[in-house]
Structures are given as structure tokens and as C-alpha cells.
Nanobody
Framework: VQLQASGGGLVQAGGSLRLSCAAS????????MGWYRQVPGQQRELVAT???????NYADPVKGRFTISRDNAKNTVYLQMNSLKFEDTAVYYC????????WGQGTLVTVSS
């Protein structure tokens, strides 16, 4: 399984970014995908997940601001991030839950205050 994430960058507080993650290899569209994030020196934490049927789960800090979606035909998961805050600054990792957790390379999101 290979996961290629893109869309990170520098944005001012209150702004928006959209992350994308394309999955390839031995994948099944029925498997859950999601986004996690990690700040240096801290543990990786859940941001949002989505099942193949579209059931979503969000971490409390991002509820109402972030939206996860997926295009099963393209094996791609998205994360629309609105009303970004300084504390959203992190490396964001795409995740595919198969026989184990598979991770993308990470994309840096920097929110300036």
C-alpha cells in the first residue's frame, strides 16, 4: 500500500487548506481511511476518519472546522480544513487501515497567528 499526500503549506489563521491523499497498491475501497497529525515531540493524534460508506469520526478540536471525504473511484481521501488555528500546525499523515496501519509521507501544515 502506498499513500501519497499533498496540499500542505503555510496559511494565516482563519484561512483554509485542502489536503489530498491518493492510495495505490493492494488496497480495498471498503477499508477505513483517515488523517492524523503530529507536532514534534508529541504523539501522533487522530484528526478524522471515514469508512467506505461515508461514516465519519472527528477529533473534538477539529469538529465543525474540518471535513473529511473520500472518492472511492479514485482511491483518494480529502481533508478540507477551514478556520485554521495556530494550534493546527503539524505534520499531517494520511492513514489506511488494512492488515495494519499504513501511513503516507506526511505533509506540513503551518498556520501563522
Amino acid at each position: 500500500v502506498q499513500l501519497q499526500a499533498s496540499g500542505g503549506g503555510l496559511v494565516q489563521a482563519g484561512g483554509s487548506l485542502r489536503l489530498s491523499c491518493a492510495a495505490s497498491g493492494n488496497i480495498f475501497t471498503t477499508n477505513r481511511m483517515g488523517w492524523y497529525r503530529q507536532v514534534p515531540g508529541q504523539q501522533r493524534e487522530l484528526v478524522a476518519t471515514i469508512t467506505s460508506g461515508g461514516t465519519t469520526n472527528y477529533a473534538d478540536p477539529v469538529k465543525g472546522r474540518f471535513t473529511i471525504s473520500r472518492d472511492n473511484a479514485k482511491n483518494t481521501v480529502y481533508l478540507q480544513m477551514n478556520s485554521l488555528k495556530f494550534e493546527d500546525t503539524a505534520v499531517y499523515y494520511c492513514n489506511y487501515l488494512g492488515s495494519r496501519h499504513f501511513w503516507g509521507q506526511g505533509t506540513l501544515v503551518t498556520v501563522s497567528s
